[in-house]
């Protein structure tokens, strides 16, 4: 059964640094597109970016090129999502997702980020 | 980029109707098209992929339909669990592959 379990919910200040995790189980890791989306309190779904774990290659959404890095470390079939910078208005649930044939078909839990000095 | 536009942004509907939503591309994406179904406090999940392809273990009551700029989300008779927000998203060509910003369906 294909799972992506994300780590836990962080509470971090302005200014500080972050990187949440997704680990995939259950399939071909490296084969797949990992994606990260972006809920905002009470709003829809933002498409961040995507990578591909067997060549770390990635792409972003301009809205958020240079705002966050997604890596992938596919000897441990975990991707990423990091800022080196927290802003208030990064304060979020982040979900990653496995992206075959360009839908996203398994979901991780989410991980709630929240800003706040 | 292109931009993803559903209609209505919310509808009240009655257990057994028939419930549509609409979504429209600012450019023809052929049928790369997905729709996502959210209840609240958890993650989407994927229901229709490439326009009108049912996911496995979706119930055939979800159907969609369309091609080009417009496409529906049709509910043959709506159930308890089915209320809900839905979601498209294209994935035709290159990222970012966005969004439309939803329909929530709401009990009348």
């Known amino acids: 059964e294909v799972q992506l379990f994300q780590s836990g919910a962080e509470v971090k200040k302005p200014g500080e640094s972050l990187k949440i995790s997704c680990k995939g189980f259950?399939?071909?890791?490296?084969?797949?597109?990992i994606g990260w989306v972006r809920q905002m309190p009470g709003k829809g779904l933002e498409w961040m970016g995507i990578?591909?774990?067997?060549?770390?290659?990635?792409r972003y959404s301009p809205s958020f090129r240079g705002q966050v890095t997604i890596s992938a470390d596919k000897s441990i079939s975990t991707a990423y999502l990091q800022w080196s910078s927290l802003k208030a208005s990064d304060t979020a649930m982040y979900y990653c997702?496995?992206?075959?044939?360009?839908?996203?078909?398994?979901w991780g839990q989410g991980t709630q980020v929240t800003v706040s000095s | 980029d292109i931009l993803m536009t559903q209609s209505p942004s919310s509808l009240s509907a009655s257990v057994g109707d028939r419930v549509t939503i609409t979504c429209r591309a600012s450019?023809?994406?052929?049928?790369?098209l997905n729709w996502y179904q959210q209840t609240p406090g958890k993650a989407p999940k994927l229901l229709i992929y490439?326009?009108?392809n049912l996911q496995s273990g979706v119930p055939s009551r979800f159907s969609g339909s369309g091609s080009g700029t417009d496409f529906t989300l049709t509910i043959s008779s709506l159930q308890p669990e089915d209320f809900a927000t839905y979601y498209c998203?294209?994935?035709?060509?290159?990222?970012?592959?966005?969004f439309g910003g939803g329909t929530k369906v709401e009990i009348k």
């Open positions: 450019q023809s994406i052929s049928t790369y």
């Open positions: 997702a496995s992206q075959d044939s360009g839908s996203f078909d398994y």
């Open positions: 259950g399939y071909s890791f490296t084969n797949y597109w």
């Open positions: 490439a326009a009108s």
């Open positions: 998203q294209h994935n035709y060509r290159t990222p970012p592959f966005s």
């Open positions: 990578i591909y774990p067997g060549d770390s290659d990635s």
